[in-house]
C-alpha cells in the first residue's frame, strides 16, 4: 500500500510555469518508480513523464519533453513535477502515480494512484 497526495496545482496563464509536488506514505520509496499521467475532460488518461526509484533515470512523453521535469527527493518521500512553458492543450487533471521498480509509459501499468490536482492553462 502506498498513499500519494498531489499538490500544486491551479490557474495559470500559457507561457507560465507551475511546480507539482506528490507525497508518498512508506518506508520503501526508493523501491517505485514514480510518473505524472494526466487526463483531460471526456480524453484518455496520458503518460507525462516518469522517473526510476534512485531517481538517475527519467521518460517524458514526447508532448511534454523539454518543458517538464520529474525529480525527486527520497529523503523526503517526494516527486515533483516542473512544468514550464505551459500551453492551453497541458490543462488536465495531474495524477501522480506508483509501480514497483520499473518505470513505465502505460497509464494502466500503475498500481497506486493520487488524487489528481486540476491543472488549468488558459490562452
Known amino acids: 500500500q502506498v498513499n500519494l497526495v498531489e499538490s500544486g496545482g491551479g490557474l495559470v496563464q500559457a507561457g507560465g510555469s507551475l511546480r507539482l509536488s506528490c507525497a508518498a506514505s512508506?518506508?520503501?520509496?526508493?523501491?517505485?518508480?514514480l510518473g505524472w499521467i494526466r487526463q483531460a475532460p471526456g480524453k484518455e488518461r496520458e503518460f507525462v513523464a516518469a522517473i526510476s526509484g534512485s531517481g538517475g533515470s527519467t521518460v517524458y512523453a514526447d508532448s511534454v519533453k523539454g518543458r517538464f521535469t520529474i525529480s525527486r527527493d527520497n529523503a523526503k518521500n517526494t516527486v515533483y513535477l516542473q512544468m514550464n512553458s505551459l500551453k492551453p492543450e497541458d490543462t488536465a487533471v495531474y495524477y501522480c502515480?506508483?509501480?514497483?521498480?520499473?518505470?513505465?509509459?502505460?497509464?494502466?501499468?500503475?498500481?497506486?494512484w493520487g488524487q489528481g490536482t486540476q491543472i488549468t492553462v488558459s490562452s
Open positions: 502515480a506508483a509501480r514497483l521498480h520499473t518505470m513505465n509509459v502505460v497509464p494502466t501499468r500503475y498500481d497506486y
Open positions: 512508506g518506508r520503501t520509496f526508493s523501491s517505485y518508480a
